[in-house]
């Protein structure tokens, strides 16, 4: 059985939660597909004068409309190139280094994009490899993630080194090193109290 991605922080499921940014950055990700039969009265889809579809056109639609065609077997899901062989290469040559935030579904919904195109049928496995990609590079990302949650005193809140780190992350990454950062201050300032108490 495949290994799932790596939860992030946080409650709910982020590619299916009705109220989740996430889940609406996610949905609202274009993917490329084509069109499998004529469809009449949807050339509106395609942004151009032609009253009909026809087979074989390809063009990007949001996940959310393309989702039930694609399940109907009325279009074709090809794969986005912010999900593509060479996304998944830089990935797997050094997963810390990629910039997220302006992959996936725009936003910095990367992770919650790529779920949603990994099972996009009906909640079935369609690509097994993208979701081997996201795990290992969410595994990968997180250990500097939190790493680098834990030094952001030394910013003193300005745009230090955490701060610019904080610029490439996706959304689930941002939400793990925010609370990284809240863990390191509630630490810091229980054992400033304890200190203090001892001293007395």
Known sequence: MA?????????????????????????SLKVPCQVMLDIPNSGHLEGTAEKHLRKGTN????????QPLIV?????L???????????????A?????????????????????????????GVMVDEPLVKALDSAYRERMIEVMDQSQHTSADGGGEGAAYE??????TWEKQLFHRGETAAK?????SEAKLKKASR
Not at 107 to 120: D, I, K, P, R, T
């Open 3 to 27: 290994s799932q991605p790596t939860p992030p922080p946080r409650q709910g499921d982020p590619a299916g939660d009705f109220y989740s940014v996430e889940a609406a950055l996610a949905d």
């Open 78 to 92: 090809k794969v986005p190139l912010s999900y593509g062989p060479r996304v998944r290469n830089a990935l797997t």
């Open 94 to 122: 050094s997963a810390r280094s990629v910039n997220l935030r302006n992959l996936g579904g725009g936003g910095g919904a990367f992770y919650a994009g790529g779920v949603l195109l990994a099972h996009s049928t009906q």
């Open 59 to 66: 063009l990007e639609l949001p996940f959310w409309l393309a």
């Open 72 to 76: 109907k077997d009325i279009m074709e």
């Open 165 to 170: 780190f904080c610029q490439g992350l996706d």
């Open 186 to 190: 509630e630490f810091k300032q229980w």
